[in-house]
């Protein structure tokens, strides 16, 4: 991926690396050091096998290929501009021709055009936080476990609100427009209710320590 910035595609990705899913990850230069780029999350988040284009100039792919069997590319890169704001395209095939075509084109970038200098980079940015194997997190846990923080929605400021992912200034504000048109909301579930958040931000509060409560 070329440009890689999408809060809901990486916390999908980090989902699926804690089911057991083998993920590899393969970025241009830029994403080492790139404000937005989810490549210190993924760090962080115990995924490991990310490298990083040796090219000089640009690496300018978009795709994906998923369990050797589907193949997902275009022009969209891995953003919200991308989702939310331009005009782009995207492929979905399970087509064999082209995914064979696409799986041997992405084992060539990974074991032949990558850069240990700036995947070593990447290790040693600020960003980084976790600085213990993949293999040493699964054996303690608890050294990469997120703190547990507590939120509840039904006396919740706009401000602390906000501290939600994926919840900004107009989310906040329909959920306490909508926990005052019912009364409170009975279940921390019911915040579902509000336009805009659904079981992808549920999930990513739950993984980012959040305890949501009613009382």
């Not at 696409?102 to 980084?128: A, I």
Request: hydrophobic share 35%; charged share 25%.
């Amino acid at each position: 991926m070329y440009t890689f910035t999408d809060s809901d595609i990486a916390y999908a990705i980090v989902k699926a690396k804690n089911k057991g899913i083998d993920i590899k990850i393969y970025l241009d230069k830029q994403e080492v050091n790139a404000q937005y780029s989810k490549s210190r999350f993924f760090i962080n988040e115990g995924i490991e096998k990310i490298r990083i284009s040796s090219n000089n100039y640009i690496m300018h792919n978009k795709f994906a290929v998923i369990d050797n069997k589907i193949v997902i590319t275009g022009s969209y890169n891995w953003t919200a501009s991308a989702g939310e704001r331009n005009d782009e395209n995207l492929l979905i095939t399970d087509n064999e021709q082209i995914v064979k075509r696409y799986q041997d084109y992405f084992n060539n970038l990974w074991n032949n055009k990558y850069s240990m200098e700036r995947y070593q980079e990447l290790l040693n940015h600020p960003g980084v936080r976790t600085r213990i194997s993949h293999q040493l997190s699964k054996e303690i846990p608890s050294l990469t476990k997120k703190p547990i923080r507590f939120m509840n929605i039904n006396t919740a400021s706009l401000e602390d609100l906000n501290k939600l992912f994926g919840v900004g200034t107009i989310i906040a504000q329909q959920i306490i427009t909508c926990r005052e048109e019912i009364g409170g909301f009975k279940k921390p579930e019911d915040i579902k209710l509000v336009h805009g958040i659904g079981d992808t931000k549920w999930d990513v509060w739950q993984i980012d320590g959040w305890v949501i409560r009613v009382k």
